[in-house]
């Protein structure tokens, strides 16, 4: 009789060691946040010269901050802005995967009050529903931001902001900037100005 209850009792060890190992109990891979070290904001105007501004982070996930150009814009003009991201450390084209992964990403944009003519006001960083002008979106119908149109002012100078969110999940036709992982966050001193 012990003989069959130390048997019993190693069989039932074996079969729970067994479930207890099985794929089912490995987590999936989450989401995870996008890893960027050069952003590149590309304006291209209806008319005269394309501006390139690009911030570049040569540590990636160091200690040291982005270093970042100054964007100059020319007054009254209407650009097309265009947003293209790299990790330049594991060369991966990470604008390719902000398009594959629309529905999971947005970009969420911040300027001095009244910087521009349109969109007006101060972006849509504080408020989703502000207004910027979005001229891409994902599948579910929901702005993306790697396209956006802007119109200049008669001159200014201050800041542009622009976050990249990650919202697997979250993201509808009301999350906002603070929905989700940020991918990136990055101020640009920016001026409306007839170059030199």
Same mark, same amino acid.
């Given at each position: 009789?012990?003989?069959q209850?130390?048997?019993?009792?190693?069989?039932?060890? +074996?079969?729970?060691? *067994?479930?207890?190992?099985?794929?089912?109990?490995?987590? &999936?891979?989450? #989401?995870e946040? @996008?890893?960027?070290?050069?952003? *590149? /904001? =590309?304006?291209?105007?209806?008319?005269?010269e394309? =501006?390139?501004?690009?911030?570049?982070? @040569?540590d990636?996930?160091?200690? #040291?901050?982005? %270093?970042?150009?100054?964007?100059?814009?020319v007054? !009254? *003009?209407?650009?097309? /802005? %265009?947003?293209? &991201?790299?990790n +330049?450390?594991e060369?991966?084209?990470?604008?390719?995967?902000?398009?594959?992964?629309?529905?999971?990403? *947005?970009f969420?944009?911040?300027?001095?009050?009244?910087m521009?003519? #349109?969109?007006s006001?101060?972006? !849509? =960083?504080? !408020?989703?529903?502000?207004a =910027? #002008?979005?001229?891409?979106?994902?599948? !579910?119908?929901?702005?993306?931001? /790697?396209?956006?149109?802007? +119109?200049?002012?008669?001159?200014? %100078?201050?800041t542009?902001?622009?976050? /990249?969110?990650?919202?697997p &999940?979250s993201?509808?036709e009301? %999350?906002?900037?603070?929905? &989700?992982? +940020?991918?990136?966050?990055?101020?640009w001193?920016?001026?409306?100005?007839?170059?030199?």
């Amino acid at each position: 009789m012990k003989k069959q209850s130390l048997v019993f009792l190693s069989f039932l060890i +074996t079969i729970l060691f *067994m479930t207890g190992c099985g794929d089912n109990d490995v987590p &999936g891979r989450e #989401n995870e946040e @996008e890893i960027i070290d050069r952003v *590149m /904001l =590309v304006f291209v105007p209806t008319e005269g010269e394309t =501006v390139f501004a690009t911030a570049y982070d @040569e540590d990636g996930d160091g200690p #040291n901050d982005f %270093s970042i150009d100054d964007i100059v814009l020319v007054p !009254n *003009m209407t650009y097309t /802005l %265009s947003i293209e &991201g790299d990790n +330049t450390i594991e060369s991966e084209d990470i604008t390719s995967e902000i398009e594959e992964e629309a529905e999971e990403h *947005m970009f969420f944009f911040a300027f001095t009050t009244d910087m521009f003519a #349109n969109p007006s006001g101060n972006g !849509n =960083v504080d !408020n989703r529903s502000d207004a =910027v #002008n979005y001229e891409d979106e994902d599948g !579910n119908g929901f702005p993306l931001g /790697l396209e956006t149109t802007w +119109t200049t002012g008669t001159g200014a %100078s201050g800041t542009f902001r622009t976050i /990249l969110k990650h919202q697997p &999940g979250s993201k509808s036709e009301t %999350s906002g900037s603070e929905t &989700g992982e +940020t991918d990136i966050d990055i101020t640009w001193n920016l001026s409306i100005s007839i170059p030199d």
